[in-house]
């Protein structure tokens, strides 16, 4: 069984939600990358003989033929697989005396750290979830000497998390001595502020784990002063991956701040995405005789061996996709999942949400 991609590991999940038994008979077993699967599959032997003490009848029948399945299953594994292994079964029959035994094996892509033996009436997913979520993030502080907006990139999203206003006035009474102090007190404020932002952005990222770096925007003087003045604490200012001139410190700063941080986030998923509809969407232009839009025509050029590479809006439906998708591995075609997050991905939808680069002219 192939490791599964997220669109697959979201479904799957998604199946196993729904599924309930009428007593605590649904089995859930994780075993962790460079677990001995041996070691796990005798301790599932000796669940048997504890399956024997159950009181109902139903439930130990049940129980015990879930164990056999898990055990004939694992038994045909020399090994357990690189980044674990995830086991599923028991009776789903949503009639009493009824049996509907099923199984589910999932590999994830990503190492399973979590042991787990359970026995409910509902599958323990959470460890599944947790590989859905977003691997890293990406802090975004826009600011001038007036305000300042916080903010996360998390995957293709780009999320607010606090916005803040510094309160100094920006007319001055020109001449003499109180223009002079009217500086004093704004560069005073100025650095005020400053220190607001800092222990802000301390208080929102410093224990976040999967922190992956801070891009900074602003103009030229504001950023500067504070990167150089020291009001970040060290362990955040080395999180620093690059500073951008951005002319706007509010909500839509930082989305210029992530279009123009895309050196910066090269390996970054929204940055890969966008890159990948953009050279679909170039191809439709630049040539036309090899690249395909629409269902009927991709589904033809899927049939003859001809697609390179499908490309799929997220929007288009989860059988659907997994219909192409199959189609497009029986013939070893690379498969894009494009979200509607990216502007490029909500054209592509519009567009109708299925393409194709070919490998050769049909």
């Not at 939600?17 to 990358?33: M, N």
């Not at 997913?125 to 802090?139: C, I, Q, T, W």
């Not at 208080?203 to 003087?221: A, C, D, R, T, W």
Request: charged letters at 30%; a neutral charge; proline letters at 3%.
């Amino acid at each position: 069984m192939a490791e599964l991609t997220k669109q697959e590991l979201a479904e799957i999940i998604e199946e196993l939600e729904g599924k309930r038994a009428r007593a605590t008979e649904l089995i859930t077993v994780y075993i962790p990358a460079g677990q001995n699967l041996y070691t796990v599959i005798d301790q599932l032997e000796a669940e048997k003989s504890t399956a024997k003490n159950i009181k109902s009848t139903s439930t130990r029948k049940n129980v015990g033929n879930a164990l056999d399945k898990i055990t004939r299953g694992l038994k045909e594994y020399k090994k357990t697989p690189e980044n674990g292994l995830a086991v599923f079964c028991g009776n789903v029959s949503r009639v009493e005396g009824q049996e509907d035994l099923q199984f589910w094996e999932v590999k994830p892509s990503v190492p399973l750290n979590t042991r787990m033996y359970r026995c409910d009436k509902e599958f323990i997913l959470d460890p599944l979830k947790e590989m859905l979520e977003v691997a890293e993030v990406f802090g975004l502080l826009v600011m001038d000497r007036k305000e300042a907006t916080i903010g996360l990139l998390k995957g293709k999203r780009i999320e607010p998390l606090q916005k803040m206003t510094s309160g100094i006035p920006s007319k001055v009474r020109a001449g003499g001595q109180s223009s002079q102090r009217f500086h004093r007190i704004t560069e005073g404020l100025t650095k005020k502020f400053y220190k607001r932002i800092a222990d802000e952005v301390k208080n929102l990222f410093f224990n976040m784990k999967k922190l992956k770096g801070i891009i900074i925007g602003g103009p030229i003087p504001t950023k500067d002063e504070f990167l150089e003045g020291d009001y970040l604490m060290t362990q955040l200012r080395e999180k620093v991956i690059g500073k951008v001139d951005v002319g706007d410190s509010s909500e839509s700063g930082l989305r210029e701040l992530v279009v123009k941080s895309q050196d910066l986030l090269a390996n970054h998923e929204r940055t890969l995405e966008k890159k990948e509809i953009e050279k679909f969407l170039q191809n439709l232009g630049e040539n036309p005789e090899k690249t395909l839009l629409g269902e009927k025509e991709v589904r033809k050029a899927l049939g003859v061996g001809a697609v390179d590479t499908l490309f799929l809006s997220e929007k288009i439906g989860k059988s659907k996709i997994k219909e192409l998708e199959e189609l497009a591995e029986n013939i070893g075609s690379e498969v894009k999942i494009i979200s509607t997050e990216i502007t490029e991905g909500e054209q592509f939808k519009n567009m109708g949400g299925i393409g194709a680069i070919l490998r050769f002219v049909i």
